[in-house]
């Protein structure tokens, strides 16, 4: 229970959501962190009033914290499949983080199970730090999430270049824009998702503003596209979210390219540096799926009237 709440909370920066995510009083998630802080003997959280934000302790533990998880969660799998004759059945775990193109692996998924009928697939969402953290740990056997700096130890493979993008309510001054850049969004508050969640995605934001000479201002966070388009809807800012994430045009809202230096993010399918054949015929399905996507979203017209797509090919990461 102390790791779940951990999560939770540096997940939603928030011990009211944290709990009612986990079906939980908030005095049970309070008491579950402080345990857990006496245990490691240090705090995991920065707690005011108004403001819930990880320490550095919490920041570096944090994709530990969702390995060990996944690990347990995989025993609890082991122990079930050994409980039911099936101990024999292979697994194969697959994470991947918020905002990345699920459809992709919905396609992927069917056909790695017919090629392997007698592996067991687990998904496991996960942010992409935490992915990393398991590759090395073996509790995971393929990720798929953003380009971060240090993948020592684990094979990256560049899925597609997402570009930023900003959701704007249809009555806003910003509205008519075909493409925005960071100045011009230097003095709006804006939505995005949770640096704890995304820290690649988000450090490639603040490079963008950086470069930009602008100042990111970031006054609400939230877990889910759908969330923030929420917000953006009820006059709250607006939201910042990448291609892959949006699967229909939010109604009342305009999406609008962002364009500058920066302003595109690698999505990326990772692997330990020897992969199961399982998760090495997931990747290559993966691939060759986003190729196929790429070069029909290229040869007609894109679902978003107003969003443009980027076209750079597909390239290699760390090998």
């Known amino acids: 229970m102390e790791l779940e709440a951990f999560v939770a909370v540096a997940e939603e920066l928030h011990f009211g959501r944290a709990a009612a995510r986990l079906h939980r009083g908030q005095p049970t998630v309070s008491d579950a962190v402080r345990r ?27 994709p530990d914290a969702h390995a060990t998880l996944a690990q347990l969660r995989r025993f609890q799998q082991r122990g079930r499949s050994l409980a039911t004759g099936n101990g024999n059945r292979a697994t194969l775990v697959v994470a991947h983080a918020e905002y990345t193109g ?84 230097s003095t709006t508050g804006l939505l995005t998702w949770p640096h704890q969640i995304n820290s690649g995605l988000c450090d490639r934001l ?26 953006v809807a009820a006059g709250t800012g607006i939201g910042i979210t990448v291609e892959s994430a949006l699967d229909h045009q939010p109604p009342g809202l305009r999406i609008i390219p962002l364009t500058g230096p920066s302003t595109t993010a690698d999505q990326v399918v990772l692997t330990s540096t020897e992969p199961s054949d399982t998760a090495t015929a997931l990747r290559d399905l993966l691939l060759h ?26 390239t290699t990461a760390s090998p």
């Open 36 to 62: 857990l802080e006496s245990t490691l003997g240090g705090r995991l959280f920065h707690r005011t009033s108004r403001r819930v934000s990880l320490t550095d302790l919490g920041e570096a533990l944090l």
């Open 102 to 185: 699920h459809q992709l692996l919905l396609r992927c998924l069917p056909q790695l199970r017919d090629l392997f009928p007698d592996v067991t697939i687990v998904p496991e969402a996960m942010p992409t730090t935490a992915q990393l953290a398991a590759l090395r740990a073996e509790t995971i056997g393929l990720g798929i999430g953003w380009a971060t700096g240090d993948v020592t130890g684990v094979r990256a493979r560049v899925l597609s270049t997402e570009r930023f993008m900003a959701l704007v309510p249809a009555t806003h001054p910003l509205a008519g824009h075909a493409v925005l850049s960071a100045s011009e969004l």
């Open 206 to 231: 603040l490079s963008a503003f950086h470069i930009g000479g602008a100042d990111l201002r970031i006054i609400r966070t939230a877990d889910s596209v759908h969330a923030i388009a929420a917000h």
């Open 289 to 314: 799926a986003s190729a196929e996507s790429r070069s029909t979203d290229q040869s007609a017209p894109h679902a978003f009237p107003n969003a443009a797509m980027p076209s750079s090919p597909m």
